[in-house]
């Protein structure tokens, strides 16, 4: 399987019509030209994929389509960087291009171009098309919930080791729940247990199906997709265990057979776990278009929708996750605050790791609680995941949705107590500009920090001293090659959460203010 075969090789005239297809087909994807060509060519379950990314396999392709019904036939060019990909009906072939055309297809975080072929069936050489061929029987029997055959030479694929998926989340800017993973998941079968954790500062679950033949089918349409416009990417392996013990059904684990476990140690704050329905997931199905097409604008067609679309929508509507921050408010309550020590600045440089911050307001009435505002719901929600029950001054901080859409500035003169500030012009927030490295390096409190923006001149020893007056023992320390980044160990979380509200943005002369966020490193 490893060698390049050469796939699609052109059988007579026929063949070769699909090489060239029109010559409009081969214009750039955009304006014009684009509507001309969905209008002119006829709706086929042959749909031309264009502008691929050099290395994608036959997987990749066929994952594109199998959310809308069978992938009966597929068709690589790889020197062109284009596929045939032939679906079972015409109404499923209808669903997937009205779909991608109100949602980029990405594979590989790269743009391509889907449209009708000219051609109602594609013929391909099954002698020459075995590796398409191979994998394509292999989903197909997944998706018939049957063994693939070995015959006509196909190559057999090994039968799935273990109904329980590890999944890992890469570049998770937005936070992933444990009913979201069920949304997503639950398209492939029936899911039975969930478990949820952080390893190596990286979100991580095992997800347990009924049948492992569906678990071969989520990874293999799943794996290398993203949650989210281009970000939260799932990476999914084979789990070695065969078998999930669940003990407690919260927010960290959840077993869907046994509804009467105890919600345990790990209960959070928040008592209604299931946002998204009954535990099972009572959510209008994905064929129907689940009935969220006002959070992804997606047409309603007849087939099943994207299934990690279907499942940021419906997180959106259940109010767990905002799409583009709209429907959940971006303002958050924490309470069982140390009321002596807290500030609206101490509050903004915590809560500024995960978001801009824009209006924060220690409550006249109950000074161990205030409002802070961030720019969206999504902004709201990380912060919330990675900092409720953290310690922060010597207490275990609660963090919260707000019922508030804004937090309200006082009349001038009414605050003497300076309860209430507004950040909304600060130059200090993380996350203004597009694109910014801070997106890539969001991770929950460690007691690792990464220092960035060191003066030329200061020297470890500076640096041990500086973390030492803010109240904690320095561990460990090191630099990074340049000398203008360094990494330095707290002996606790606590620790470093103090540090980092002491220290981010401290004056170290010259012009250069110290940032501090939370490293995934250890030292």
């Known amino acids: 399987m490893d060698g390049d075969v050469a796939v699609g090789v052109k059988r007579g005239s026929d063949e070769l019509n699909l090489y060239s297809s029109s010559p409009s087909s081969m214009t750039a994807n955009g304006s014009e030209s684009k509507k001309q060509r969905l209008d002119e060519s006829p709706p086929s379950r042959v749909l031309h994929i264009r502008k691929l990314p050099n290395e994608v396999t036959e997987t990749e392709v066929i994952a594109l389509g199998l959310p809308f019904g069978k992938v009966t036939n597929i068709l690589m060019l790889k020197g062109k960087n284009q596929a045939f990909l032939e679906l079972g009906t015409e109404e499923a072939a209808i669903t997937m291009v009205n779909y991608y055309t109100a949602v980029t297809p990405q594979v590989r975080n790269s743009p391509v171009f889907i449209q009708y072929s000219n051609h109602k069936e594609l013929k391909t050489d099954s002698a020459l098309n075995q590796r398409a061929q191979a994998?394509?029987?292999?989903?197909?029997?997944?998706?018939?919930?049957?063994?693939?055959?070995?015959?006509?030479?196909?190559?057999?694929?090994?039968?799935?080791?273990?109904?329980?998926?590890r999944i890992i989340i890469d570049n998770m800017f937005y936070p992933v729940t444990l009913d979201v993973l069920q949304q997503i998941f639950s398209k492939f079968g029936t899911v039975m247990k969930i478990i949820t954790f952080t390893k190596n500062n990286q979100f991580q679950a095992l997800l347990q199906f009924s049948d492992p033949v569906n678990a071969q089918q989520a990874k293999l349409s799943l794996d290398g997709q993203n949650i989210?416009?281009?970000?939260?990417?799932?990476?999914?392996?084979?789990?070695k265990l065969v078998n999930l013990n669940v003990k407690y059904n919260n927010d960290k684990s959840r077993d869907y057979t046994r509804p009467d476990l105890p919600t345990g140690d790990g209960e959070s704050s928040n008592k209604d776990h299931s946002l998204l329905g009954t535990p099972s997931g009572a959510l209008a199905s994905y064929s129907s278009g689940g009935g969220y097409s006002s959070s992804l604008s997606l047409s309603q067609g007849g087939g099943a929708i994207s299934p990690l679309s279907a499942a940021?929508?419906?997180?959106?509507?259940?109010?767990?996750?905002?799409?583009?921050?709209?429907?959940?408010?971006?303002?958050?309550?924490?309470?069982?605050?140390n009321e002596e020590m807290v500030t609206p600045q101490s509050l903004f440089t915590l809560f500024g790791v995960y978001g801009d911050v824009q209006r924060v307001k220690i409550l006249y009435n109950k000074k161990d609680s205030a409002l802070i505002q961030l720019s969206d719901g999504n902004q709201a929600q990380l912060a919330m995941s990675h900092l409720n029950g953290q310690k922060v001054f010597g207490k275990v901080m609660r963090v919260t949705l707000s019922k508030h859409q804004t937090v309200a500035l006082p009349r001038e003169g009414l605050d003497d107590q300076l309860l209430t500030k507004d950040f909304s012009g600060s130059p200090l927030h993380r996350f203004k500009k597009p694109g910014s490295k801070n997106f890539q390096n969001i991770f929950p409190p460690s007691a690792t920090l990464h220092l960035s923006n060191i003066r030329d001149g200061v020297g470890e020893d500076d640096l041990r001293l500086l973390f030492s007056n803010s109240g904690g023992t320095v561990?460990?320390?090191?630099?990074?090659?340049?000398?203008?980044?360094?990494?330095?160990?707290?002996?606790?979380?606590?620790?470093?959460?103090?540090?980092?509200?002491?220290?981010?943005?401290?004056?170290?002369?010259?012009?250069?203010?110290?940032?501090?966020?939370?490293?995934?490193?250890?030292?």
């Open 135 to 165: 994998v394509l029987q292999a989903v197909s029997a997944v998706q018939d919930g049957s063994s693939p055959s070995s015959d006509q030479g196909v190559l057999e694929l090994a039968p799935p080791p273990s109904p329980v998926l």
């Open 228 to 239: 989210y416009n281009s970000c939260c990417t799932l990476r999914i392996d084979f789990s």
């Open 312 to 337: 940021a929508a419906a997180a959106a509507a259940a109010g767990r996750v905002a799409l583009s921050g709209s429907g959940v408010s971006g303002v958050l309550l924490a309470s069982n605050l």
């Open 475 to 523: 561990k460990a320390f090191k630099f990074f090659q340049d000398r203008k980044m360094a990494l330095i160990q707290m002996s606790s979380v606590e620790e470093a959460i103090q540090a980092l509200i002491d220290l981010h943005n401290y004056d170290m002369g010259g012009n250069h203010h110290l940032k501090v966020s939370f490293s995934k490193s250890t030292i």
